[in-house]
């Protein structure tokens, strides 16, 4: 079985794991190889998988695999130790490309319904905000571009004003100082009907969303 990428493997690993119930241990774990064995290797299950980059094919390989399973599951959890942050935003990807105001009990829905796990809303939020970033570029870094890209609109459009309202952050009931959160920017632009009379019209460019 071939792979496009060292990442393409482990997720595979990670699904077939999640959906059996189980869980395996990584032995090695390097630029070129994966290795890894169940947890209850030796102790009544001998399921193990050996993944190599094959370079000459330019994709991975599984190497060496033991079969399935033979380990019984003697624990029901609501949660999946390899149903992670970064396993979930994977799979919400194709959600969040479609709708950016993707609830978070939604995400919590999909997985349970993908995987028949329940995860804990902290994780559910955690994977959304990686599937976005993943979509739409990291927060922080768009954040840091935004006034590189107001002052060329500004110069582009002399006409143009924007004008940015932040708000202020409270922990608990005291406020954060030092530290605002954008909740809008708009951009004004005023241009003349005729030589007389004159309109200014305000729209919204960006706005401060709730990920509840």
Sequence with gaps: MEFR?????????????ISRGVDYTVYESE??????????????????????LIRKKACWEIRRYNGKHTC??????QDHAKLDSDTIADVIRPLVESDLLIKVKSVIAEVQ???????????????????VAKVFGDWEVSYQTL???????????????????????YRETEEVQGVR???HIFQRHRHFTDRKMKRVSLR?????????
Excluded at 31 to 52: H, M, N, V
Excluded at 150 to 168: C, F, H, Y
């Design 5 to 17: 990428s060292r990442e393409s493997v482990i997720s595979a690993i990670k699904s077939y794991t």
């Design 31 to 52: 630029p070129q190889t994966f290795y890894a064995k169940c947890k209850e290797y030796g102790a009544g299950c001998d399921w193990l998988i050996r993944a190599s």
């Design 72 to 77: 019984t599951v003697v624990t029901i959890s």
């Design 113 to 131: 319904s993908r995987f028949n796990y329940t995860v804990s809303y902290r994780k559910a939020w955690l994977a959304k905000q990686k599937a």
């Design 147 to 169: 006034p590189v890209w107001l002052k060329a609109m500004t110069v582009k459009m002399p006409r143009s004003r924007v004008q940015i309202k932040t708000l202020p952050v």
């Design 181 to 183: 959160v954008l909740h």
């Design 204 to 212: 919204p460019l960006a706005f401060h969303q709730s990920t509840q």
